[in-house]
Nanobody
């Protein structure tokens, strides 16, 4: 089992920045990929960024490329998402997720473990 707890969400003005954190615990050594998803009201859950837990390439949604950076601190078992130049379209609940599926994973059903989510609201 893998436990994920997000923090760092909040209300921010358009153009501002936020850093989300996800503390992981449990059998994290079994996770191959960590990711951040978001779900806006009335919309499906979408991938924002993903990264191999032990390194490897990172993946970003086109809508956040150049504005977001996923990183991890293995010593602290923490995954981060730095977001900048935020706009109203970034308003959503952001979820940290872990996948034990080997190979490239990008879809919701390929991630087995989820945090409870943290709300990000961007005011214009």
């Amino acid at each position: 089992q893998v436990q994920l707890v997000e923090s760092g969400g909040g209300l921010v003005q358009a153009g501002g920045s936020l850093r989300l954190s996800c503390v992981t615990s449990g059998r994290t050594f079994g996770a191959s990929t960590m990711g951040w998803f978001r779900q806006a009201p009335g919309k499906g859950r979408e991938l924002v960024a993903a990264s191999g837990w032990s390194g490897g390439p990172t993946l970003y949604a086109d809508s956040v490329k150049g504005r977001c950076a996923i990183s991890r601190d293995n010593a602290k078992n923490t995954l981060m998402l730095q977001m900048s130049d935020l706009n109203a379209d970034d308003t959503a609940v952001y979820y940290c997720a872990a996948s034990i599926t080997r190979g490239p994973v990008t879809t919701v059903d390929q991630f087995q473990y989820w945090g409870q989510g943290t709300q990000v609201t961007v005011s214009s």
